[in-house]
């Protein structure tokens, strides 16, 4: 034992402390420690114990600015990227704002320019129509005497063709009875809220609610459409007064556009009217033969037609007629020929030469070898001799103005590549006291394809 002690002192460790099995072998029951220099040495190093048999690892928590830095910097970068971006539309607004107010100035120099009038934004009531399409323009009418103007519209349904059977109507529009291809409806200006609702057999897109036929003291309204739809509604109650329906003058698949008032030619006490009755519907864009339009005197009263002619050139014809009143006293008739493909005139006549049915006398104004002259004009003084002049959008990309008086062109503004179906509105847009117009032209390959429209101001 006293070896073993000794062995135990030189290598440093008491009683209690282990050997491990590479510092001892046992022979014979013994314990005999290895030799340092001996050959019984292992060839490997002992490895040494550690007293703890459990190790514990502490992780270091990372600080907060190990966490919060990426962030920053992220957050950092955006805000730059974010407030470059808005100095850049800042100074490509200012630069084309500059550009736009120099360019503005050189057009209109010396001249100031007019602020809008603040808009009301707020519905005093929206009212829907399922099932009922419309292109008719608004026209007011106190209809139920409230003192407040009531709106009149024409109306189609979906179902309109040249024949329908009645079922449709039976089934889709049980108060129209047997007919339901469109018609006019009355709403309450107050309210929004229906007052009447007339049928008719096909969509009505042209009104006029301008005299009292049946001399009840409410105007009533006359309705121009498809399918050479034409009828008088009663004002009060949307009931039929007439409809047009002289196998003489009547061609089936043409339109009638908006009437136009004259004075009593039959003497009956009710004002007169003036119509086109054209249009060819069926046919394809750009197909040879066309229906030539006619010209039409109907009583205000009954519906009679007083006279027809055809158009003097003999093309088809979409225009609404309108009068022109010279200083002598003479009533002038407008109307136009041609069509989206076709050719056509702008041409005057004088009433009297219409009544007696010498349309010879008719005058070309303006002529369009390629398109027709579709849209009527405004008809307003822009030259201050005290004469209304005209100024129409010319479906071939145009606007000319003509003068009331001697019909000489007074200027014109030209939009390529575009069509309009549209009257030219009314207006005053810069500090003098001649009109201006707004104009609405569609631009794309041409009728009947458009990609856009445009609005222009032109003073």
């Known amino acids: 034992m006293s070896s073993y002690k000794e062995h135990l002192d030189l290598k440093g460790l008491d009683d209690e402390d282990d050997l491990s099995d590479d510092e001892v072998f046992t022979q014979g029951g013994k314990s005999i420690p290895l030799e340092e220099n001996g050959v019984n040495k292992p060839l490997m190093a002992p490895r040494l114990r550690s007293k703890d048999t459990l190790h514990t690892k502490v992780r270091k928590v990372p600080s907060l600015r190990v966490i919060w830095a990426p962030i920053f910097y992220f957050l950092v970068t955006l805000s730059s990227i974010i407030i470059l971006i808005c100095l850049v ?17 050189n057009h209109i120099k010396g001249t100031k ?46 179902a309109d063709a040249f ?24 709403l309450d200006g107050k309210t929004g809220n229906e007052i009447w609702r007339h049928y008719s057999a096909h969509e009505i897109f042209a009104i006029n ?39 003489n003058a009547k061609i089936d698949a043409s339109n009638v556009y908006t009437p136009q008032y004259i004075s009593d030619v039959d003497f ?8 086109i009755h054209g249009g060819d519907p069926l046919k394809e864009p750009g197909s040879e033969t066309r229906l030539v339009g006619r010209l039409m005197v109907v009583s205000g009263k009954t519906g009679r037609v007083l006279k027809w002619v055809q158009v003097p050139d003999e093309k088809e014809s979409y225009y609404s007629p ?16 041609g069509g989206e493909t076709h050719g056509g005139s702008l041409w005057v006549i004088k009433l009297n030469h219409l009544l007696t049915g010498e349309i010879s006398m008719a005058e070309k104004i303006y002529t369009d070898n390629f398109k027709g002259i579709m849209t009527p004009p405004v008809l307003i003084d822009i030259n201050e001799d005290g004469i209304r002049d005209v100024v129409m959008a010319m479906f071939n990309s145009s606007v000319i103005a003509f ?6 062109k007074l200027w014109e503004y030209k939009q390529p590549s575009s069509e309009s179906y549209s009257t030219p509105g009314v207006g005053y ?11 609405n032209y569609q631009t794309g390959p041409g009728f009947p394809i458009y990609y856009y429209t445009q609005l222009f101001i032109d003073r």
Request: with cysteine; hydrophobic share 40%.
């Open 89 to 105: 539309v800042f100074l490509i607004n200012i630069f084309m704002k500059n550009i736009s107010s120099h360019d503005h100035n």
């Open 113 to 158: 320019l007019l602020p809008c009038t603040r808009i009301i934004t707020q519905d005093v009531w929206v009212k829907t129509f399922p099932m009922l399409t419309t292109e008719t323009a608004v026209r007011l009418n106190d209809v139920n005497s409230d003192g407040v103007e009531d709106v009149i519209l024409g109306f189609g349904t979906g």
């Open 163 to 186: 024949y329908y059977p009645k079922v449709v109507c039976h089934v889709y529009f049980p108060k129209s009875k047997d007919e339901c291809g469109g018609g006019i409806l009355a």
């Open 209 to 247: 609610c301008n005299a009292d036929l049946n001399g009840d003291g409410t105007k009533d309204c006359l309705g121009g459409g498809r399918m050479a739809g034409f009828s008088a509604i009663n004002g009060k109650d949307g009931t039929l007064i007439w409809e047009f329906d002289d196998q």
């Open 268 to 275: 009956d006490g009710v004002p007169d009217l003036v119509v």
């Open 322 to 337: 309108q009068i022109l009143t010279h200083p002598d006293g003479s009533k002038l008739l407008l109307f136009g020929t």
């Open 403 to 408: 003068d009331g008086l001697t019909f000489m």
């Open 429 to 439: 847009f810069n500090n003098d006291s001649v009109p201006d117009f707004i104009i």
